[in-house]
């Protein structure tokens, strides 16, 4: 065994790398997961928060519409000219480059789907 000035062994500061890089290979895949489950947990938040209001406003004007939902600026924008005034913001991998589209029936049941702005005109 080669000892250095410090009489650590080389091969006592290679196993510990070795270990480190073991550790960190195994702790990886944990961390992106809740990181992953956060960014879902904030777009659900989006979600409730615009079925809410949705809910509001269909008790406030008894009306049946569709809208996309501005998270930024809580409110809801005309699905025509959404693409040019809403910014995607989904926070998940599955929500990435998406807004979130709302359709509210004459019964006042609210239907919500995550959609890319090229989408807007098949809703």
Same mark, same amino acid.
């Given at each position: 065994? %080669? #000892?250095n000035r410090r009489g650590v062994s080389r091969a006592i500061v290679i196993l510990s790398i070795i270990a480190a890089m073991l550790i960190i290979a195994i702790l990886t895949p944990f961390v992106k997961n809740a990181i992953d489950r956060r960014a879902i947990e904030a777009d659900n938040l989006h979600v409730q928060t615009a079925v809410n209001?949705?809910?509001l406003r269909f008790v406030q004007e008894n009306v049946a519409f569709n809208a996309i939902y501005d998270c930024e600026n809580k409110k809801f924008v005309d699905v025509g000219t959404g693409v040019e005034k809403v910014e995607p913001y989904g926070n998940a991998k599955v929500h990435e480059g998406q %807004? #979130? !589209?709302l359709r509210v029936d004459e019964s006042g049941e609210v239907f919500t789907k995550w %959609? !890319?702005?090229e989408d807007y005109a098949n809703e």
């Open positions: 065994m %080669v #000892l209001s949705a809910r %807004v #979130l !589209y %959609v !890319y702005p």
